[in-house]
């Protein structure tokens, strides 16, 4: 079922026109963070939280070793491991580690206190999908 969601919601949004709107994704730039590309970007019909909603979809690349400092998203996510091991937990839930392949969750708000990949050797790519209200400036924030 969570695979059936993630399809759909991922091919809704990049099978749409590309309009990146100056929505901002909130990564940190500095040297040792992760690389996180926005792939997609568009208005959907739906509401979320009474609101009109946007999907944003990013692709996310994590080197060997490498960590996210802690963030939230302004909505839920829906996530795809393309590539390698991720390590990760939200909130005070137990950390899991997801293999290319797998899916993940994460609701509305929570705390991304870990994010990481669990491989020293070999990189770890995601894909995400967030859905968030229209007039959110970043998708992404610092914790």
Request: net charge negative; aromatic share 4%; proline share 4%.
């Amino acid at each position: 079922m969570r695979r059936t969601l993630l399809t759909l919601s991922v091919g809704a949004a990049l099978g749409a026109a590309v309009d990146l709107g100056g929505l901002a994704i909130a990564h940190h730039k500095e040297k040792g963070h992760v690389k996180v590309a926005q792939l997609s970007q568009r208005d959907i019909r739906e509401k979320l939280d009474g609101n009109d909603a946007g999907a944003t979809v990013v692709e996310v690349t994590f080197e060997p070793g490498q960590e996210d400092s802690p963030h939230r998203h302004a909505g839920p996510v829906f996530g795809y491991v393309l590539e390698g091991e991720y390590e990760h937990a939200i909130d005070n839930e137990p950390v899991r580690i997801d293999k290319a392949g797998e899916t993940f969750y994460e609701p509305s708000g929570c705390v991304h206190r870990v994010a990481r990949n669990a491989s020293g050797k070999q990189r770890t790519r995601l894909l995400a999908v967030i859905l968030h209200a229209r007039d959110d400036k970043q998708v992404t924030v610092p914790e």
